[in-house]
């Protein structure tokens, strides 16, 4: 099936094929249509399966076919001509600034054949260009909810013409604790204009019960759609476990890179603080690497993955929050150097590889103490991960299981490291949890983060944390199928 055939128009079937797309992926398939019809959608799909032009390509077809009337002009005291601006009509939410940029330049790249215009406005940037572009007018405003909260504050954004409402990435988005900003945002928004009622689209990567609860408020009769089993890894990526001590860890990463000359390896640390003291031991081992967290500017972000991109960086070793919008087109290797507490998280590391039909390699060091957060994970994908010890760091099996504590440090009497910002993000829910982490979420009014006052602290970094409970010591990591 071609592009062209599911309801597109000229202009945004060439920016396809401008970009060598020229197939549609099976959630572009099912999602352009559906956002077409004007229905409102819950999407279920893996990152890495083209879901952003199945939403980015539909809008801007229903933006083109219906075009607003010519802008009113007015002369002022002066004599001189004002035009007013466009209104907002396509309203798009994700969790991170990277993830805010991807999609908005897929939405220059996929309308660069129309004349609409989009910007997008996100924490740890300048306000003032953004509220200019703003105050401007645009068609298509990508953001993320703690920066855009900033600019209504500001009186600088205008929802009352929106007419297409988008919550991207929204299972990360309750795992940072962003529902009460959605809620705010929801609320601005009219419910209709013109007697048109607002299409309302949610994707996850993820389909939890909160998700779902999330989708009974936002959405009305929407049609479902789930590409993939629900919370599935992609099937192109090949996936294992080595086994090794806590303090071989990273005498193991740099023997699989050097051994096996890896380039573009994307590395997964659990805290920034890790990030951080990883990546300088890699370039004391003569391995390029650079951190990626949501503690770094937004100009060393861009500096570091434009680096990485350009693959004249090693290894790019980042924390779960800051790495979603990281969008490179047949990265080889992520590394979960350390496992995440949340097992959905998981699942949105390893999809930052085999992206778009590619395939990719997803390798986890685990020591005894991961050996609950293992079985989460294979628990949640209903498969045992293939183990594999590499030659000279065998297991030692008179090591025991120590707890897992605040701020990712591992060990009897290791101290908490990275402060505040480092554990788990709030989710807005309350979350029990006993060994394993495997407790359902409940959907609760918790307050909203505090985020210090600083517009630039928005947009998925510097949310403060919620307290991690050290984890009790369990059996071996690698005893068992995982599968219970």
Known sequence: MSFAALGLSEPLVRACADTGYTTPTPIQTEAIPTVLSGV??????????????????????????????????????????????????????????????????????????????????????????QAAALRAGVDILVATPGRLLDHVQQRTVDFSKVEIFVLDEADRMLDMGFIHDIKRVMALMPASNNGVRRQNLLFSATFSDDIKTLADKLLDHPKTIQIAARNSTVEVIAQKVHPVDRDKKRALLTHLIKEHNWSQVLVFARTKHGANRLAEQLDGDGISAMAFHGNKSQG??????????????????????????????????????????????????????????????????????????????????????????????????????EPILRGGAQGRGAPSRGGPGQAPRSTGFAKPRGEGFAAKKSFGNSPRPSTGGKPAAHGGAGRPAAARRPRPAGSSAFSGSGNR
């Open 40 to 129: 409102d959608l819950l999407a279920g799909a893996q990152t890495g399966t083209g879901k952003t032009a199945g939403f980015v390509l539909p809008i801007l077809e229903r933006l083109i076919a219906n075009p607003l009337p010519a802008p009113t002009t007015r002369t002022d005291s002066r004599g001189k001509v004002q035009t007013a601006a466009r209104p907002l009509r396509a309203l798009i939410l994700t969790p991170t600034r990277e993830l805010a940029a991807q999609v908005e330049a897929s939405v220059r790249v996929y309308g660069k054949h129309v004349k609409l215009k989009s910007v997008a406005v996100y924490g740890g940037v300048g306000f003032g260009p």
């Open 300 to 401: 060393a972000r861009t500096a570091a993955l434009t680096k990485f991109k350009a693959n004249k960086l090693q290894v790019l070793v980042a924390t779960d929050i800051a790495a979603r919008g990281i969008d490179i087109d047949q990265l080889p290797f992520v590394v979960n150097y350390e496992l995440p507490n949340v097992a959905e998280d998981y699942i949105h590391r390893i999809g930052r590889t085999g992206r778009a039909g590619a395939t990719g390699e997803a390798i986890s060091l685990v020591c005894v103490d991961e050996g609950g957060l293992l079985r989460d994970i294979e628990r949640l994908i209903k498969r045992s991960l293939p183990k594999e010890v590499v030659m000279g760091f065998e297991v030692d099996p008179r090591i025991r299981a």
